[in-house]
């Protein structure tokens, strides 16, 4: 089996990842949306499944290779649907239930330790319930979820591909 094919995938991942990040940044700076703290981490997790993927490209790696690479893809992936669905979930919580606001990440990183920092991330703030931009009646968090949830299976197909050595077919009967 030719590796190339599977290097294609490494890029249209990589693609469809550098548009997602680009389209987040214009809704930051383009459209004046503010990211919560669960938006930044998935950004985060964005950006890293972006450049493991275009470092799967640009390195050119033999089978093993790229099994590890599809790993980390796949761990972004996986990582990145965790937190988009957690804030999809906060933001289907009663208001009542989400805690304080905080004033920065900056600040919660200088005044918590980085565990506390992060429960308190996941734990959710007001920031992180407000819906003020959807598409298709679809939040931001909810297409964050799909996205990743997709690259996930497009990791897992490539890794099946490379464990197996063929393509998966559904049986049609």
């Keep these: 089996m030719s590796l190339a094919p599977l290097r294609s995938l490494f890029f249209l991942a990589f693609m469809a990842g550098a548009l997602t990040l680009g389209a987040s940044f214009y809704l930051q700076y383009g459209a004046l949306l503010r990211p919560c703290f669960l938006c930044q981490v998935q950004r985060l997790f964005l950006a890293s499944f972006a450049l493991i993927n275009l470092i799967a490209v640009l390195h050119k790696p033999g089978r093993s290779g790229l099994c590890l690479y599809g790993l980390a893809s796949m761990g972004c992936a996986l990582l990145g649907a965790i937190t988009a669905g957690r804030q999809v979930l906060l933001q289907n919580r009663p208001a009542s239930q989400v805690g304080d606001c905080w004033p920065s990440l900056q600040h919660m990183l200088e005044s918590l330790s980085v565990w506390q920092a992060m429960r308190s991330v996941f734990n959710g703030t007001v920031d992180c319930v407000e819906i003020n931009w959807t598409l298709f009646d679809l939040s931001l968090p909810e297409w964050s979820l799909l996205f ?19 393509h998966l077919r559904l049986a049609v009967h």
Excluded: H, P
């Design 148 to 166: 990743f949830v997709a690259m996930l299976i497009l990791g897992l197909m490539q890794v099946s591909r490379l464990l197996f050595g063929r």
